[in-house]
């Protein structure tokens, strides 16, 4: 008995370790969910903070893969002691996805338009044309507005005179809710041109039949800027759903006007969390100029003031958009010093913010460029989130987790 009791241990060992060695290494969702027991945005979560390895799925490059002894890893330590209240609050938490999307994604250290590498688009392709990929439609043309009210006030910058120009049409557009898909994107491209005349000002006319960063450039008597505006206008069409997106899409999803939208997304990315970060870059440099590199980073860090120049969650490797453009520009030496040493003091390499103000000092752009280029772009990726959050028919209205005093009996 001792002996067949034996074989029949070596046996089961045996076929446990074959089955072991056959099972894929990479997972779709649907298994790595049922694995670690938790709801789509926990994993999209841990993909995030870099506990899940995610890649395309060869097959269907808008669906992702993940690595299997990172799932089971993530599923042991958290099965049977998260509640769902821990789970939302985690989900919304900096940065990450809390609703499935099909536009963008952040795997493997680089950022995908559905599916393919923004990096690898940003060589060749214009803002128009990343458009046409990401509302799933022939490319657009961001014209010269043909509908809505100027605004009455004369704004004192572009970004105000940008905000009145979409506030003006989001008190007379019509709702986007009920509305084809088709109407809602040729009304996208007017509300996109709406916005670029405002933000470039009476030079808008000039190339009104060109790209947007041929307009750009124009505008700004840097025509030779031109290429390396193009493609940083392809890196920042869209990210994820970062904290514009997922505000444009809560405005979407009670059925608001598209320019509505784009208002929100605009508001919440001139914070200095967000698109304002260019703007600590450039006060940094400036401190730099003064300073020196080292003496200036270490001040930043005495009075605990956040270097935007440097790291990203999302890519912990090194922000890969940022790569793609500093590939194209030489640095100016205080830029390259400053770089030197904040990656050798901070362990982080620098990120897109860094490069948005290197090229701003490279091409002798205005001051507010970077924050210029960041929103023109970034009305792409919003209007994309729109369409697709229109085509749920949802609208998104989380729950609290009240913490204030007792509720009277």
Not at 267 to 295: D, N
Not at 363 to 372: E, I
Request: one cysteine or more; aromatic letters at 4%.
């Amino acid at each position: 008995m001792t002996l067949i009791l034996a074989r029949l241990i070596l046996t089961s060992i045996l076929i446990y370790s074959i089955n072991m060695t056959k099972a894929p290494l990479w997972l779709p969702a649907a298994e790595a969910l049922e694995l670690m027991q938790v709801r789509p945005q926990t994993l999209y979560a841990s993909v995030s903070r870099g506990r899940v390895r995610a890649k395309p799925d060869a097959a269907d490059p808008r669906r992702s893969l993940y690595h299997r002894d990172d799932v089971q890893r993530v599923a042991a330590r958290t099965r049977g002691r998260r509640s769902s209240e821990t789970v939302a609050s985690e989900a919304i938490q900096w940065g990450e996805p809390v609703l499935p999307s099909a536009v963008s994604t952040v795997a493997e250290g680089r950022l995908w338009y559905r599916g393919q590498d923004a990096c690898d688009l940003a060589q060749r392709a214009t803002l128009e044309d990343v458009a046409g990929l990401l509302w799933e439609s022939a490319a657009p043309r961001f014209a010269a507005a043909s509908s809505g009210p100027a605004p009455a006030n004369k704004a004192a910058t572009p970004l105000q005179a940008g905000l009145l120009a979409l506030a003006a049409r989001a008190a007379t557009d019509p709702p986007s809710r009920g509305r084809s898909r088709s109407a809602l994107q040729a009304e996208a491209a007017d509300v996109i041109g709406t916005l670029a005349d405002a933000l470039l000002g009476p030079s808008a006319s000039q190339g009104q039949g060109a790209h947007l960063h041929m307009r750009l450039a124009a505008a700004w008597r840097r025509p030779r800027a031109a290429d390396v505006l193009r493609r940083a206008l392809v890196l920042m069409a869209d990210h994820e759903l970062n904290a514009s997106t997922f505000a444009a899409r809560v405005t979407a999803s009670t059925g608001a006007s598209l320019a509505a939208c784009l208002l929100t997304g605009l508001s919440t990315l001139t914070g200095p969390l967000h698109g304002g970060a260019a703007a600590a870059v450039q006060a940094l440099m400036r401190s730099v100029s003064t300073l020196g590199s080292e003496a200036a980073v270490r001040e930043w860090l005495a009075h605990d003031r956040p270097l935007a120049a440097f790291g990203h969650p999302l890519y912990p490797a090194g922000d890969a958009r940022c790569t793609a453009l500093l590939d194209v520009m030489e640095l100016p030496p205080a830029f390259a010093e400053l770089r030197a040493t904040g990656e050798k003091l901070l362990g982080e390499a620098v990120n897109i913010d860094f490069a948005l103000a290197a090229m701003a000092t490279v091409h002798k752009l205005p001051a507010d460029a970077p924050l210029m280029l960041f929103a023109l772009a970034r009305t792409v990726g919003w209007t994309a989130h729109v369409l697709e959050q229109q085509a749920t028919g949802q609208l998104i209205r989380p729950r609290a987790r009240y913490t204030g005093p007792g509720i009277a009996r």
